[in-house]
């Protein structure tokens, strides 16, 4: 059976469309893979994106990572055809050569950014290229793949229809999907939690990052009080800070974003344990980000066993 005969089957073109139209109310349950609550020591896995070392390949993100004292890695961005460590174009025998290059540094990932799916040439090749997508995160040993959402109006519904069809297909993987604030239909918690209801899956929830609700708002709407719209559906988060105007090539903990008061407010919501991976650093030499990496690494031990 193909994708669309599944999709058909499963009767979400009408229904599932119609729950995020009515704003359904969805029961703010656990995330299907977080069903056991986790040792304290272990209830947040601080870790870093490859992202600060973009420019490089991405082993040596992940030597930096390690020695920086990180035991997670999240794979984003890194010196490769399509500057990602993972996506649709991976093949499964270069994802599973990733997995092996983590494990060898004594990391985890706990979430993998890996693109666009292609949407734009059907609803059945997005939902392809998901799947496929979803299989290399498997492979590398990704507990939740992070998708960016999608800024075309025209290609919203498809995107979530895609979404939508592979939840399940994920969850058997081992998997969670989710989304982040990444502008334009989904720049802030309230758009994001939309996505959310469309989709009407437990097992696709949001990934916040403060850093860009400050910069698609142009400084704005303070992630402290955007982050009071997303109870109950936050599953990780993206360390990321901000100044002004338009620069989250930050070192967590030196910009605008108040991390304390976003965390506070994510806990009363919900979010009381999961990872908490930083995006960015400020720029330097590998050296540099090394230090930088190690003084993020530091802001966030301290920030989750502060007293809020």
Not at 25 to 35: D, E, G, K, R
Not at 70 to 93: D, H, Q, R, W
Not at 238 to 243: G, Q, S, T
Not at 258 to 281: H, M, N, S, T, Y
């Amino acid at each position: 059976m193909n994708p669309l005969e599944k999709l058909s089957r499963r009767g979400f073109m009408g229904d599932g469309l119609r729950l995020g139209a009515a704003g359904l109310a969805l029961p703010f349950a656990a995330p299907v893979l977080a069903a056991k609550e986790p040792k304290k020591k272990d209830r947040w896995q601080i870790g870093c994106y490859t992202r600060p070392w973009a420019k490089y390949d991405c082993r040596v993100a992940l030597d930096a990572i390690a020695e920086a004292g990180f035991k997670y890695a999240g794979l984003m961005t890194a010196k490769s055809k399509n500057s990602l460590v993972i996506s649709v174009a991976t093949t499964p025998e270069e994802a599973a050569q990733v997995g092996e290059e983590v494990k060898k540094r004594g990391l985890k990932v706990p979430s993998v950014y890996g693109g666009g799916i292609p949407v734009d040439k059907s609803l059945e090749a997005g939902i392809v290229g998901l799947e496929k997508l979803i299989d290399n995160c498997a492979a590398c040993g990704a507990k939740n793949l992070l998708m960016g959402g999608i800024g075309s109006k025209e290609l919203h519904e498809r995107y979530y229809k895609a979404v939508a069809e592979c939840c399940d297909y994920a969850a058997e993987k081992g998997m969670g999907i989710s989304v982040k604030p990444h502008g334009g239909l989904n720049a802030t918690g309230p758009q994001c939690r939309k996505t959310i209801e469309t989709v009407g899956h437990e097992n696709f929830r949001i990934w916040y990052d403060p850093g860009n609700i400050f910069y698609y708002s142009n400084a704005e709407l303070d992630p402290v009080d955007d982050a009071a719209t997303v109870d109950g559906l936050v599953v990780g988060m993206c360390i990321k800070d901000y100044k002004h105007p338009k620069n989250v090539a930050v070192t967590p903990g030196t910009g605008q974003v108040d991390f304390p008061k976003v965390l506070a407010r994510l806990k009363k919501g919900g979010f009381k344990r999961g990872a908490l991976v930083i995006e960015c650093l400020k720029p330097g030499d590998l050296k540099e980000t090394l230090a930088e990496a190690v003084k993020a690494r530091k802001f966030v031990e301290q920030l989750v066993v502060a007293k809020r």
